[in-house]
């Protein structure tokens, strides 16, 4: 069950790890947090940098016209 969602379908590098990253600063360690994006970019490097910065994640799922990952906020 996620604790937040955030969609960033609309984004565009750097801005998708920006909302990211702002919204996982206001959970607490342990919270889930969902993402929805598209694109081959974010898909391989938000999952990589969110591992980078010590969170777990699980995903991608397809989800219709884009992917949901989910974030775990680490320690």
């Known amino acids: 069950m996620a604790d937040a969602e955030i969609d960033i379908t ?3 590098c750097p801005m998708t790890f ?3 990253k ?3 600063e206001t ?3 342990g919270q889930v947090l969902v ?3 598209r694109g081959d970019e974010p898909l391989r490097n938000i ?3 969110l591992r ?3 969170h777990r994640v ?3 799922v397809a989800d219709g016209d884009a992917f949901l990952l989910e974030a775990v906020k680490g320690w």
Do not use: C, H, Q, Y
Request: proline letters at 8%.
């Open 22 to 24: 702002l919204t996982l």
């Open 18 to 20: 920006v909302k990211i």
């Open 58 to 60: 699980s995903g991608p």
């Open 10 to 12: 609309g984004e565009v």
């Open 47 to 49: 999952p990589r940098t």
């Open 35 to 37: 993402i929805r994006l």
């Open 27 to 29: 959970m607490l360690a």
């Open 52 to 54: 980078e910065d010590g």
